[in-house]
């Protein structure tokens, strides 16, 4: 077993032996061979300019640096057959064409900042150790992916907008969700209707589900928009896999923020082109849609108001027995209704809306 050792007063090692370097026509890159151990002592910094990384053996970082930038050529890579562990790592993809590719799953013990044009993870895992952040990505550099993933696990106990790991989703609540898994997804989802959602996701994987006070606040970038309008973005939330329902939120499309009105549910979530029951100038005084219909454990009501109203909500079974009745305050505009049907058996159904536009609709739970 071959060990090399960087010491914290070498800040560019000039020894390593030749087994270490591969030379490209273009850069060159760090290779650690198989079967070799490279242990850092202390915290010095390994640079490496225009080149990339490559570990086929075992990466020991203690306290170190390790820092990829790219100030020339088209790209930079972090790969090899051994998952990379690093303490700091400083990936810089350059501008404005660079990109720097993930080609292993790496696991990052106190931070991870990516700059530059873009970031590719493809379809790898990155996880964030306890206390681990990402640095911040946004408007001039971007993280992006074919199904990567961003993980991090944080003890969550009535966080007050807390951002665990700097993924870009706050949290906020008054329970104790216990051990809390995040994950930052780059795949595209789809909504009730068939849309396509943006290039982000998270699932958030609590030990306990919360109480119905909880709220999110999601950000995302201009370059995940995926076609959809900036300031049309609503959020939508279902199970891993599903398609995913519209639920209440605000858009505040000018900082990149989106907050949730109260969920009821920690699961996957999504950003993406709210759902139009109508255009306006089709618009009637109260309009009604629901979806997705057929449904399995719930659907959403999506209602129309030119104006505040009380108004009740019931549901009939075929013979005209009703199985539940809800009372529901609408304000002036579009209004979104959560209803559950996980304890109703599968078969047709009428959602009646009262007041003074009765209206019935069939619904099918599959």
Do not use: C
């Not at 993980?151 to 104790?176: F, K, Y």
Request: hydrophobic share 35%; no cysteine; glycine share 10%.
């Amino acid at each position: 077993m071959k060990k090399q050792f960087y010491h914290k007063r070498w800040i560019l090692l000039l020894a390593l032996v030749s087994v270490f370097w591969q030379q490209s026509p273009h850069a060159q890159s760090l290779l650690i061979t198989g079967g070799t151990d490279v242990v850092a002592s202390d915290n010095p910094w390994i640079t490496i300019h225009n080149g990339s990384w490559l570990n086929n053996g075992n990466f020991v970082p203690d306290y170190s640096r390790v820092a990829l930038r790219r100030t020339e050529g088209s790209w930079i890579r972090l790969g090899g057959s051994s998952e990379s562990r690093f303490y700091h790592l400083i990936t810089n993809s350059g501008g404005p064409d660079g990109v720097m590719v993930l080609e292993q799953d790496i696991y990052i013990i106190a931070r991870w900042d990516p700059a530059g044009h873009m970031t590719d993870i493809g379809n790898h895992r990155v996880t964030l150790g306890p206390g681990a952040v990402l640095g911040q990505d946004g408007v001039d550099n971007y993280i992006t992916g074919n199904d990567g993933k961003i993980i991090t696990t944080v003890d969550l106990n009535a966080p007050q907008g807390v951002n665990p790991g700097n993924l870009g989703i706050e949290i906020t609540t008054s329970s104790n969700l216990g051990k809390t898994t995040i994950i930052r997804g780059f795949k595209e989802q789809f909504n009730a209707a068939g849309k396509k959602s943006i290039l982000r996701y998270y699932d958030i994987q609590p030990t306990s589900q919360p109480g119905s006070d909880t709220k999110l606040r999601f950000s995302f970038s201009d370059k995940e928009l995926n076609g959809n309008s900036k300031n049309e973005l609503a959020v939508f939330t279902g199970k891993a896999g599903s398609r995913l329902r519209m639920i209440a939120s605000g858009n505040a499309s000018a900082n990149n923020w989106i907050s949730t009105g109260k969920v009821d549910q920690l699961q996957r979530f999504t950003l993406g082109n709210a759902i139009h029951s109508s255009t306006p100038a089709e618009a009637k005084p109260m309009e009604t849609k629901v979806y997705p219909n057929p449904f399995r454990d719930r659907f959403t009501v999506q209602v129309y108001s030119e104006a505040a109203k009380q108004v009740e909500l019931r549901i009939y079974d075929l013979s005209g027995g009703l199985i539940e009745r809800r009372s529901v305050k609408l304000n002036a505009g579009a209004n979104i209704v959560e209803w559950s049907t996980a304890k109703y058996v599968s078969g047709v159904y009428h959602l009646v809306i009262g007041g003074d536009l009765l209206k019935a609709i069939k619904v099918v739970k599959q």
